[in-house]
């Protein structure tokens, strides 16, 4: 059962083919193939597209994430102490502009005692003398804004 295929190598027409070529010739009527499913499996593949199937995997998929999200907001407080963050972002565009001034030129700041109220420091927005992490993080976003376009201009 020696076949030449249409195309092939000259070189090759001697030896045997392994399979025969059906591409070019349409198979026995009721033989046409179809894609709605995975044979293999036996599953039709419009039974996962229908309407009830679609609307439960979207209840699913969204009671999934309602759950999630319930179990960060009570376990976050475990990881980050977001209280205590809040205290240090409480900042106002005054408080930066004074803070900035601090920092470009200390020597006429005559003050540096921290203000408490009961035992407890002020917010940074009532007090240029309290810590605060706001400056600290713009300052490192701002770095790595400029870095990147500073290599991105030089291709690197």
Do not use: C
């Amino acid at each position: 059962s020696k076949r030449r295929h249409r195309g092939s190598n000259p070189n090759m027409a001697g030896q045997h083919q392994l399979f025969d070529d059906t591409s070019a010739v349409p198979g026995p009527p009721g033989m046409e193939y179809h894609n709605h499913g995975s044979p293999a499996l036996g599953i039709p593949t419009q039974a996962f597209l229908s309407e009830p199937m679609s609307n439960f995997a979207m209840a699913y998929g969204s009671s999934l994430a309602t759950q999630g999200k319930e179990m960060v907001d009570k376990n976050i407080d475990r990881i980050i102490p977001v209280n205590k963050l809040k205290y240090y972002f409480a900042v106002d565009t005054v408080y930066v502009g004074k803070k900035i001034g601090l920092l470009l030129f200390p020597y006429m700041h005559q003050d540096w005692e921290v203000r408490y109220q009961q035992d407890i420091p002020v917010a940074p927005r009532f007090d240029v003398n309290a810590p605060d992490l706001y400056i600290p993080v713009m300052a490192f976003i701002t770095y790595i804004l400029v870095a990147g376009l500073a290599l991105g201009t030089q291709n690197k």
